[in-house]
Structures are given as C-alpha cells and as structure tokens.
C-alpha cells in the first residue's frame, strides 16, 4: 500500500451533517428553539463522533496498521475495523478481558473479526495500564510497525478533528451540547465555534474528572484554552451505563414526540439535561439550543459496555 494516500473520501461522508429543528414545548414555552445535530447519519458504519475523531488519526496513519483498544461491545472497535475494511489497512483491537479469549466471540467482537481487526485480549490490569511505556513496548514489538489510538479515539487529532463540528454551527445557534466520556468532543467543539457561541458538556461518568481533561486535550491540540465550554455534571443517572427506568422513559417519550431513535448511554442523558435545564430558564428566551446526536441506538438485547467515549 501507499504509506502516502488514504483518500477517506471514498467512504462518502455525509458532511455537514444535517442540522435538523425539534418542535418540543417543553423548550418553546419557555421561548427556546432546539436543534438536533445529526452526527449519527455522517456515515452508516462510522457514525457521529466516530468518523470525526478516527477521520483525522486515519489519514495520519496514511495505510499503516492501526492498534486501537475497546471493550467487548466497543463501538469504536467496530468503527476502527469497519474502516480498515472499507479503506484496505490493517487493524488491531486490544480487548479488555483476558477471558474473552476462550470464548465464542460476541456479534460486536465477531463483526470486527469478519472486517479484518486482529484481536488481542489482554487481563484487566494490563488493560488499565494500556498507556504504559512498557504496554505499548510490548503490543508494538508483537504487531510490529502499528500507528496507536486511545481508547474511544480521544487524542489531540482528534480533537482537531471535530473543529469541524463547530465550524458547521458557526452563526446557527447559541449553544451547542454534546454528551461526554472523555471530552475529545467538547474540546474540538468548543475550538470551532466563533466567540459569541458556546459549548455544553454533559459527562456520562462520574467523578468530575472532565473538566481537566478537555483542559488538557486544548492544551495538546490548540497550544491552550480554545473557545468558550462548560460542564454539567448532573445528568450521568448514577454512571456510565446507568440507565435507570426514568431516563427509558423520558427517551421512549422523546422517540415518539421526534421520531428519533435515542440512544441511551449517551444522548438520551443529553436530551434529558437540556430539558430539565430549559425548564430551569438556563437558556434565554429567543435563543437557540442544538443538541449533538453522537450515534445511534445500539441493539437492546446488548449489554452496556464502558469502552467509548465522546
């Protein structure tokens, strides 16, 4: 292969993603237009913040193998195999547990595999210390020559790469807001809007641990603070993969007033924080509200697993 040209391109990106509006009184009563951002159909295996944080680690990579790590439901996983296939390089995916190995593997883990991913299952404690000088010694003197993302995707590329996601809002709304797992989204986001705009997180996890993260991820990508962001730090329902019979049913609700599959882990938190927030008067009356659809529903029969990050 050409080390020189990978011409993504190819792949047909729905780009920009189409910017749609969401009639819901429970935001015009109080004077406030929402607009759905839909980052889910940019493309049908690279969806949303996927394409926008792999596109720009990809064409780095320009045909070399690319090691990624996930979980055994990691949605990013399957988007990193997906392109390799569509896009002819080779993949690797770390998988976090060991005894995964000696299993049949799940439809998740089974589809990376049909599209080409060599997968590498690793005990949870080496997992936890993928990012260690000696981990990743040891993965690259095994698979050789490979270009290393993080897990979810999360770097200062990819940071870079979903600027774009605010530059296409740039002069259509006030506030944009993204759920978040590792804050490569929201640090991209918030760089690409103009300086009148602002960007709102909505971390899935607890811990506050966010805040700094996307400080850092700025830090790497941009040489430093980069545009205006905050967070909210309410709306995780207890954790990641938390998702009590409340937030099911606001989704459900949300599903037939917008006819919008809601994914659970991630968006459906989104939209319940920017309703109870509407309902608090945090938006001005007059003022637009876009919430950034990251993905689609997964399967309901799958179970949640903690290996992706916005």
Known sequence: MDHGALDLSRLQPVLPSPLQPAEDERFSRHGVTLLLKRDDLIHPELPGNKWRKLAPNLRTAAGRTVLTFGGAWSNHLRATAAAGRLLGFPTVGVVRGEELAHRPLNPSLARCAAD???????????????TAPEVLDGLLSR????????????NALAAQGCTELGR??????????????????LAGLAAGLDGRQRALGVPVLRGGFLGEAVRGLQREAFGGPAGRWSLDERFHFGGYARTPPELHAFADD????????????????????????????AF????TVTAVVTGGPEPRDQPPEPSDSR
């Open 254 to 281: 949300f599903e037939d007033r917008h006819g919008l599959p809601v994914e659970r882990l991630y968006v459906a938190k989104l939209l319940y924080g920017l309703t109870v927030l509407a309902g608090e008067g």
């Open 284 to 287: 001005p009356a007059g003022s």
């Open 143 to 154: 698979f050789g020559d490979c270009v290393v993302v993080p897990e979810g995707g999360s």
């Open 168 to 185: 296409e809002l740039r002069g259509r709304t006030g506030t944009v807001a993204v759920a978040c797992g590792t804050g490569g989204t």
């Open 116 to 130: 080409g991913m060599r997968l590498h299952f690793v005990d949870r404690t080496t997992y936890r210390a993928k």
